[in-house]
């Protein structure tokens, strides 16, 4: 665990062991204590039992000895996690969208990617948004770690000091694949980095739906591949006939225009079969019309 | 005062003695034994609930993957999971039962202040209840929020969190009037010559914990009112796309819910304030440390639910200052682990159930109460922060703490309120089970926290299995040991009990076994010190 992998590590894994240090030696003290006193003074033993008046002076040290030990343990503490809020200014940006149940990295450059790869020993300084719920970022390896909150800018800075690929874990619960809400942290050398960067699709040149279909967290639970997540797959999905239950009876649906609308709009009024009813809320006012026909377009590309 | 000076004429609490007889004059009944057993009942009845439900999700766990149900079920679960050990069993836990049954008796009074308040109390709870059980079947699904209910998720997911929430608002009603009857209680109840300061430990445990309930829980029932109005009414509190702010939930959610930690663990560690010199047979070590303790965090505990928040871009200047006041709040809970150890000092130790409960309550209080300091320092909390060591903590502090004490307590004072002796050997056995089973369940869940494993993970990666498999076997021997815990103390064979079976010194073993329903016909003797033991 104690890798050295960002500039971090060194610094808070010393607090940890200096609170665990102290914190073993309380425990062994006490529990020491506890059962010594159980086997000397057991009534087999000590039957008749000594009354000992209260001792101030006793009071008194561990009074103050322990507010001594935790104002330490607050200092070392706050001094290892000034750092993580001052961000060096010669930092890369990266932009971190967090939506249910994906994560996105925008580089300077309007570059996107599902991954977050990084030069190494350089500093780097995450802005991390929220489309849809309160998100976590986290990167264990990296000691570092913050809420992605919607509407509020927070952020991350680090600097990577290893090559290797480290886990990114969603740590704020966001829902039904909110334990598959990962992805990876790739610290590379500087040249594969310009490769890998150069290599990227431009944000912008996404098609209008499917930057709806992010931004209203669809693809979450719809994937674009064909894989099951938690309801039907977008691919291939259009011109279909699907198997619903409406109002308890089964019936046959053609996947077209109005299906979809109503699909999104009243998502509970015909459910494929095999699938649950109520994890779908209605998205009638949040995707608008217009936007509908832009994401239907889309939809008919995804053969 | 010993056994002769009560008469036939002076029948149990447990015989009915009014019109009504059977369930009838226990549904109708003001007296708070009674009260206290049919709060003890109903949460014997939600806790078997809660386990069962723990033991799914880690059976779920067991394996990477799915194994029988699917993540939008195991939401549910530890939501349900989360709300009814929290709401239904430990915030009014050891207050409902013991400061209902023995409160009243060790300040030498004949009930609380307000006996019919008391049975509404009892009434709300269950209403309460019924409501979160509700919820879990009506509407469009079991809430998927967490017990925590965060904004925006909360105010925005397609399930049932209306039902929910409205149970924790009613329960929390229950929660203030129980606090206002025993402020009024310990006031205005006490037998004459019983000051302040000759009071038990546990009535002083029982006071500092009813004021925080009393200013608390109001916030938490604002808040959740909140939510209902976010969701119904689309007013813009917390959810940004209304323009509210997600951050202030947490706030008014934490203002509440972290004093809350000290309603239930104030009176656990009034229990084991009372069990200890009893089976040392030495008066408690610090009386006056340990009173003021208990004041002290009941004050400065309002004042720490930021740590809560160290990861949720709150300014920095506050997290510094959360950080420093949850340190402090941490050495009156050192003070009394110091005092009870040093009362074992040269005293004669009797390892009754009671007595392992109370040790086994400061070993795993003080592993919880350790670990929080890692969660009160920046620089670490940032790398614990929602992963499974704070699973792991605040089970240590819940179930190993509050837990224990409950199950202490109970063994403690089940020969009082049943008039019956149980079998210690099978105690013993069942406690060994509890205590191995517990340490195994959740201490692997400390390492796999500091190497990142997020909380309320329905899937984890392989480098995992190993420490979720020794968690699920150890939940298996805990669960074992609820089973003989709860056949032993339940089965009906149990000689009869003596009016003082262990040689406590508090007024409620100078009383018959089971005690009378007017528990003093005239007032009590008032020693000078409650654990005299000369």
Redesign the interface.
Same mark, same amino acid.
């Given at each position: 665990?104690y890798t050295g992998a960002s500039n971090?590590v060194e610094?808070?894994d010393w607090?940890?062991k200096l609170?665990?240090g102290?914190?073993?030696f309380?425990?062994f003290l006490?529990?020491g204590?506890?059962i010594y006193?159980?086997i000397r003074? !057991?009534?087999k033993r000590? &039957? *008749?039992?000594?009354?000992? *008046?209260? !001792?101030i002076a006793?009071?008194i040290a561990?009074?103050t000895i322990?507010?001594i030990i935790?104002?330490l343990?607050?200092y070392?503490?706050?001094?290892?996690?000034q750092p993580?809020?001052w961000v060096p200014r010669d930092s890369m940006q990266v932009k971190v969208t967090g939506r249910m149940w994906q994560w996105s990295f925008e580089y300077p450059g309007g570059r996107q990617a599902n991954e977050l790869v990084l030069p190494i020993n350089q500093p780097v300084k995450l802005n991390l948004h929220s489309v #849809?719920?309160?998100h976590?970022f +986290?990167i &264990? #390896?990296f000691?570092?770690?913050?809420?992605v909150? &919607?509407?509020?800018d !927070?952020y991350m800075w680090f600097k990577p000091q290893r090559l290797g690929d480290y886990?990114i874990?969603?740590?704020?619960?966001?829902?039904?694949?909110? +334990?598959?809400m990962g992805s990876k942290v790739r610290v590379v050398t500087q040249k594969d980095f310009t490769h890998w960067l150069a290599a990227l699709p431009l944000a912008s040149a996404e098609p209008e739906g499917l930057t709806i279909l992010k931004k209203n967290a669809c693809i979450g639970c719809h994937s674009m591949d064909g894989s099951k997540l938690?309801s039907v797959s977008f691919k291939g999905l259009f011109g279909k006939t699907e198997t619903v239950i409406t109002n308890g009876k089964q019936r046959k649906v053609m996947v077209d225009d109005t299906y979809i609308i109503a699909s999104v709009y009243e998502p509970?009024k015909d459910i494929v079969f095999g699938y649950? *009813?109520?994890?779908? *809320?209605s998205y009638k006012g949040l995707i608008k019309e217009d936007e509908m026909k832009k994401i239907i377009d889309y939809l008919k590309t995804l053969k | 005062m010993t056994e002769e000076s009560y008469p036939i004429a002076h029948p149990s609490y447990l015989v009915d003695t009014g019109k009504r007889k059977g369930i009838k004059a226990w549904l109708t009944t003001c007296d708070h034994k009674r009260i206290a057993l049919l709060y003890l009942w109903s949460i014997m009845v939600f806790f078997i609930i809660g386990a069962i439900l723990g033991e799914t999700m880690r059976t779920e766990l067991f394996r990477p993957g799915q194994q029988f149900y699917g993540?939008?079920t195991y939401?549910a679960i530890f939501t349900l999971h989360g709300l009814i050990m929290i709401f239904l069993i430990v915030i009014p836990g050891l207050t409902v039962v013991f400061g209902n049954f023995v409160m009243p008796i060790m300040i030498g009074a004949n009930d609380v202040a307000f006996p019919r308040l008391n049975l509404f109390s009892w009434y709300l709870y269950i209403l309460g209840a019924a409501v979160v059980v509700v919820s879990q079947f009506a509407g469009?699904?079991p809430p998927?929020? $967490?017990w925590t209910f965060?904004a925006? @998720?909360s105010t925005? %997911?397609?399930?049932n969190v209306i039902a929910a929430v409205s149970g924790a608002f009613i329960l929390g009603f229950s929660s203030i009037l129980t606090g206002i009857n025993f402020i009024v209680t310990i006031h205005r109840l006490r037998t004459p010559k019983m000051t302040f300061f000759k009071m038990p430990l546990l009535p002083w445990a029982v006071y500092a914990t009813a004021w925080i309930q009393v200013l608390a829980t109001p916030i938490i029932g604002i808040t959740l009112l909140m939510i209902i109005g976010e969701r119904v009414f689309r007013i813009g509190f917390f959810?940004?796309?209304l323009g509210g702010?997600?951050?202030l939930y947490q706030h008014l959610f934490w203002i509440y819910s972290h004093p809350a930690v000290y309603i239930m663990i104030l009176p656990a560690m009034g229990v084991i304030t009372e069990i200890i010199p009893t089976f040392?047979?030495?008066?408690i070590? /610090?009386? =006056?440390?340990i009173a003021f303790s208990s004041l002290a965090i009941a004050g400065v505990g309002y004042f720490v639910w930021g740590h809560h928040m160290f %990861?949720? $871009?709150m300014s =920095?200047e506050a997290?510094?200052v959360f950080?420093?006041l949850t340190?402090?709040v941490?050495?009156p809970s050192?003070?009394k682990?110091?005092n009870w150890?040093?009362t074992?000092? =040269? /005293?004669?130790?009797?390892?009754k159930p009671p007595m392992l409960y109370a040790?086994a309550f400061?070993?795993l209080f003080?592993?919880g109460g350790? %670990?929080g300091?890692?969660q009160?320092?920046?620089?670490?909390?940032?790398?614990v922060?929602?992963?499974s060591f704070i699973v792991a903590h605040f089970h240590y502090i819940i179930f190993g703490g509050v837990g224990f004490a409950f199950l202490g307590g109970l063994h403690y004072w089940y020969p009082k309120m049943f008039g019956r002796l149980y079998n210690i050997r099978t105690a013993n056995i069942a406690w060994g089970f509890l205590f191995t089973g517990f340490n195994l369940l959740y201490f692997p869940q400390f390492v796999i926290g500091?190497?990142?494993m997020?909380?309320? @993970?329905?899937? @984890?990666?392989p480098q995992f299995t190993l420490s979720q498999q020794i968690s699920t076997v150890g939940g298996y021997l805990l669960g074992i040991g609820l089973i003989i815990m709860i056949v032993n103390l339940f089965r009906k064979s149990g000689e009869k009990a003596p009016d003082n079976p262990w040689g406590g010194k508090t007024l409620e073993w100078q009383l018959p076994s089971p005690p009378p329903e007017e528990n003093f016909s005239t007032p009590p003797n008032v020693s000078d010190f409650p654990y005299d @033991?000369?």
């Open positions: 665990m971090f610094g808070v607090v940890f609170i665990f102290i914190g073993f309380f425990l006490i529990t204590m506890m006193f159980a003074y !057991n009534r000590h &039957p *008749k039992a000594e009354q000992i *008046k209260d !001792n006793l009071e561990w009074i322990p507010t935790v104002i343990m607050f070392y503490g706050y001094a290892a996690f993580m809020i #849809d719920v309160i976590g +986290s &264990p #390896d000691r570092v770690k913050e809420d909150v &919607p509407g509020k !927070n886990e874990f969603c740590t704020a619960y966001c829902g039904v694949r909110h +334990s598959y938690v509970d649950q *009813k109520g994890i779908m *809320k | 993540p939008q939401n469009s699904g998927d929020t $967490g965060y925006p @998720y925005q %997911t397609h399930t959810d940004p796309a702010d997600p951050i040392s047979q030495r008066r070590f /610090g009386y =006056k440390a %990861t949720s $871009g =920095k997290i510094w950080s420093l340190f402090l941490a050495v050192a003070i682990v110091f150890v040093t074992m000092y =040269k /005293g004669s130790i009797d390892l040790m400061i070993f003080t592993i350790l %670990t300091l890692v009160g320092a920046l620089a670490t909390d940032i790398q922060h929602d992963t500091l190497e990142g997020p909380r309320r @993970y329905f899937d @984890y990666l @033991y000369d």
